[in-house]
Each structure stands twice: as C-alpha cells, then as structure tokens.
Nanobody, 115 residues
Framework: QVTLVESGGGLVQAGDSLRLSCAAS????????MGWYRQVPGKQRDLVAT???????NYADSVKGRFTISRDNAKDTVYLQMNSLKPEDTAVYSC?????????WGQGTQVTVSS
C-alpha cells in the first residue's frame, strides 16, 4: 500500500511560479513511476508529467518548456516546478504513483492562475 500526500497548490497570477510536492509513504520502494495529472470540472483528468524511478521524464505538450518534474528517491518525493503559469493551467493537480501491482492517487491540490 502506498499513500501520497501533496502540497504546494494555491492562487497565483499569470506568469508566476509554483512548486508542487508529493511525498509517498508505505511501500514506496515498490514505485516504478510517479507523476502529476490535472483535472478541471466537467473534463477528463489529463497527464501533466511523469518520471520513472530511473529518471526518465514525459510531459504533456501544453506544459513542455514551462514545467519540470523531478524526483528525490531518498525522500520518496516527486516535485512539479511550474513556471510561466497561465490561466488555462488552473485545475486540481493530483499526484500519481504506479507499482507493479497497483496505481495510487493523492487527494489533489488546487492550482488557480488568475489573469
């Protein structure tokens, strides 16, 4: 079992930066991939970025060049550095972790970008 706890969301203005954190606990040693997804009301949850245990990353086209995902394996924590935020980045951001047997989700954190 893995538990994910997110932090770092909030209200910012367009052009500002935010950093989200997601700390994994429990059987964190079994995680082979972590990432962030986001969702706005009435729409599906979309991939933002993922990172493997080996450090390989993948980004949605909409955030490439602005967002950076990183991982501290010693702390079982994944980060999402978000720069040059836009109003369309407003969403609930959820942390995701995958093991060989299960998928896990955090509770979500709201990011609101005002114009």
């Amino acid at each position: 079992q893995v538990t994910l706890v997110e932090s770092g969301g909030g209200l910012v203005q367009a052009g500002d930066s935010l950093r989200l954190s997601c700390a994994a606990s429990g059987s964190a040693f079994s995680i082979n991939l972590m990432g962030w997804y986001r969702q706005v009301p009435g729409k599906q949850r979309d991939l933002v970025a993922t990172i493997t245990s080996g450090g390989s990353t993948n980004y949605a086209d909409s955030v490439k060049g602005r967002f950076t995902i990183s991982r501290d394996n010693a702390k079982d924590t994944v980060y999402l550095q978000m720069n040059s935020l836009k109003p369309e980045d407003t969403a609930v951001y959820s942390c995701y972790a995958r093991t060989y047997y299960n998928n896990y989700w955090g509770q979500g954190t709201q990011v609101t970008v005002s114009s």
